[in-house]
């Protein structure tokens, strides 16, 4: 008998990034006892991220904001030559915004801030106010780059 070496199904990618990583889950390969490799090149400069696994996932870091990726998954296995399968044809990493930006004020029960907009067009933001020591937190969602966490306490500390 000849055993296959399977691939795995790009549709079932799952992504999620942030300013710096990019991190992909996938249904595993119908062959057992395999590991992954995921590759992140970066277009344009060819600059290459390879990050290995046992497990159906993988995260690329250390990337450039705002910058498009290619990312593949590599099914190896002893004995076998890789199967590769190409993900989306194309992600870009979102831009975060740039802390120096952010004007605050606040008031006896609210903390307000603004902030330069994203690079990123189609983006939502979410401020977080975490109160020093409690680690209560107020959050705020906002299309816009500005928000304000309400309902605090007079005199306490936060961290945004
Ligand atoms: C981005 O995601 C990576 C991988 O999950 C994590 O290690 C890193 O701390 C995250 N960075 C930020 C700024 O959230
Ligand atoms: C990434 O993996 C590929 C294929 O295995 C290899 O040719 C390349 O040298 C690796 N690059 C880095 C930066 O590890
Ligand atoms: C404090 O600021 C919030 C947000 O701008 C506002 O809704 C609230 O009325 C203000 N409270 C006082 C006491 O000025």
């Known amino acids: 008998s ?14 999620s990034s942030n300013e710096t990583a990019i991190s992909v889950t996938w249904q595993p390969s119908s062959t057992s006892g395999v590991s992954y490799q995921l590759t992140c090149k970066r277009v344009g400069s060819g600059e290459v991220w390879n990050a290995s696994s046992s497990t159906p996932s993988g995260t690329c870091g250390s990337l450039q904001s705002g910058q498009a990726y290619e990312l593949r998954v590599a099914v190896q296995k002893a004995g076998f030559d890789d199967v590769i399968t190409r993900l989306s044809n194309q992600l870009t990493k979102l831009f975060g915004i740039d802390a120096s930006s952010a004007q605050h004020s606040s008031n006896e029960t609210a903390i307000s801030v603004t902030w330069q907009p994203s690079s990123t067009s189609g983006v939502s933001y979410q401020l977080t106010c975490k109160r020093v020591g409690s680690g209560e937190v107020s959050t705020a969602s906002s299309a816009t780059p500005s928000a304000t966490c309400g309902s605090l306490q007079s005199g306490q500390e936060y961290e945004l």
């Open 2 to 15: 000849i055993a296959e070496l399977f691939g795995i199904d790009a549709s079932s990618a799952q992504y």
